[in-house]
């Protein structure tokens, strides 16, 4: 199946007849979306398999991750890794892959001029993967190496982020991180790997993705070389549990060594993109404090008017790799989403009244709502600023199939119609519908657990310090926030 969207109209979504075979007479019912652009010389192709960390064997967590980089990130029946990389260099382009829980993308863009040759390779890849031992070891190794040492030694941010993930949707297949367990690696076998890849990659399971000024044909060839994948079963996605909800305040402390404590806390979503609700939502999830905007009210409040710290941030939907993106990352779609809050990095001193302040700032947006004027400027920002996240080709088309994905139209679009119809009572009213503080998880890294334990649980007010005298309606709403009670229903 074809879907195509075209260049001046990104609105505009035309459903084509299926591609015709190529000279072999290899068929292919691979499902297909294009975004030409004819005068860029960049053709950014994506291959999304709806293979994820969901569907990890019990006992084998991670080995969705680790089929995919033995696919773009090794050698091939023909080409061992390190020729690839040489013969990938002078194009610069590269094979590159990422899995998450429910789809796996592998990526690449190439220059006209040197298309044929890159898609040679990629399709090799994806068609002829070697499977090779030192690959296996290599690709295990760098899995282990993000568990034990990036998650765990060097960045609090991700840490917290898988942490709170992991607590919101325990029981739940999006569990354990997309790289696995520690456990999970260790008993995986390469021929595990080989045998997940013969399930999961066929056509059944493919979205391919092509923008850019590619020439006449080169789509139905490409996908008519596709064709040589097994077909597999067209049918549902694997079928997802409603993950449990929280029963009151529930606080996991994670130690390690850390100058600072992070704060995470948030709630399973019942809506994604696809569902009108989350539109408004949207508008009042901006308002609260997008990732690294200042206009926010968390920012505005925690930073700005108290110095509590360096971010302040919202999200209705998961955040891919914190710090280092600024923008949503397209080709990570979930169906199940969640809101939550960060508040990072704290001086442990004032740890305690960092969370009672933003948590103060999330009831006062669902008590008295957003104003008009408010509003009117939240909106206009989100309808502009959501541009300048598909503002490349290759963003665009991520887009456009994150919205097949879900079912939906274009989300760029979807973003702009919806916001310019809708009223500031529709973004209070789903604000109360779906944010609350009540019932939350909340994850803390910290260096020193059973102090922080000790004073969640005596729930004693927390005065602010300031080295310099504040406004004087700072100092007012400081009398309230630092006794609203924040005593913990239970600890993990």
Not at 351 to 361: K, N, P, T, V
Request: charge should be negative; hydrophobic fraction near 40%.
């Amino acid at each position: 199946m074809f879907r195509q969207i075209q260049p001046l109209a990104i609105a505009s979504i035309v459903l084509v007849a299926a591609c015709a075979p190529s000279a072999e007479e290899v068929t292919s019912n691979v499902e297909v979306v294009t975004l030409p652009s004819p005068d860029s010389p960049l053709i950014p192709i994506r291959l999304m398999f709806k293979v994820g960390s969901i569907h990890d064997p019990a006992g084998k967590e991670g080995l969705a991750a680790l089929t995919g980089m033995m696919i773009g990130e090794a050698g091939t029946e023909k080409h061992t890794y390190s020729e690839l990389i040489d013969l990938l260099y002078p194009m610069a382009s590269s094979i590159d892959v990422s899995t998450d829980r429910e789809v796996t993308v592998i990526s690449g863009v190439a220059h006209r001029e040197t298309l044929s040759d890159y898609t040679v390779l990629l399709t090799e890849a994806i068609l002829q993967p070697a499977f090779d031992e030192s690959d296996f070891a290599r690709n295990k190794e760098q899995l282990m190496s993000f568990l034990t040492t990036t998650l765990r030694a060097t960045n609090d941010e991700l840490l917290g982020l898988e942490a709170l993930q992991q607590v919101i949707f325990e029981g739940h297949p999006y569990q354990h991180a997309p790289q696995g367990t520690v456990e999970g690696l260790e008993s995986i076998t390469l021929a595990d790997v080989e045998a997940f890849y013969l399930e999961h990659y066929n056509e059944a399971n493919l979205m391919l993705g092509v923008a850019g000024g590619y020439p006449d044909g080169f789509v139905e060839e490409l996908t008519a070389t596709l064709g040589a994948l097994d077909d597999g079963d067209r049918g549902e996605l694997k079928e997802l549990p409603t993950p449990t909800p929280a029963t009151g305040r529930q606080f996991t402390l994670v130690e390690k060594e850390t100058d600072s404590v992070g704060i995470h806390f948030g709630h399973h979503l019942p809506i994604n993109r696809a569902e009108p609700d989350y539109y408004p939502l949207m508008v009042a999830n901006s308002y609260l404090g997008e990732h690294r905007t200042f206009h926010g009210r968390l920012m505005q409040q925690l930073r700005g008017k108290r110095g509590l710290n360096y971010g302040d941030y919202s999200y209705i939907e998961y955040w891919h790799v914190p710090p280092f993106t600024s923008n949503p990352s397209p080709n990570y779609p979930r169906r199940d989403q969640y809101f939550s809050v960060w508040v990072r990095p704290v001086v442990p001193n004032t740890a305690h009244f960092a969370l009672r302040d933003a948590i103060y700032e999330v009831d006062r947006l669902i008590e008295k709502g957003m104003t008009e004027e408010e509003f009117d400027l939240t909106r206009d920002f989100v309808t502009n600023y959501s541009k300048l996240w598909a503002r490349t080709l290759e963003n665009r088309l991520a887009f456009l199939m994150d919205s097949e994905f879900y079912g939906m139209s274009y989300y760029i679009d979807e973003i702009d119609s919806k916001l310019a119809s809708m009223t500031v009572d529709e973004v209070n009213a789903a604000i109360k519908k779906y944010l609350q503080t009540e019932n939350f998880y909340s994850v803390l890294v910290t260096n020193n657990a059973a102090d922080v334990q000790a004073y969640l649980e005596a729930d004693e007010p927390s005065p602010m310090q300031y080295n310099t005298e504040p406004e004087a309606q700072v100092i007012e709403d400081d009398k309230t926030i630092e006794a609203i009670k924040v005593a913990p229903d239970g600890f993990s």
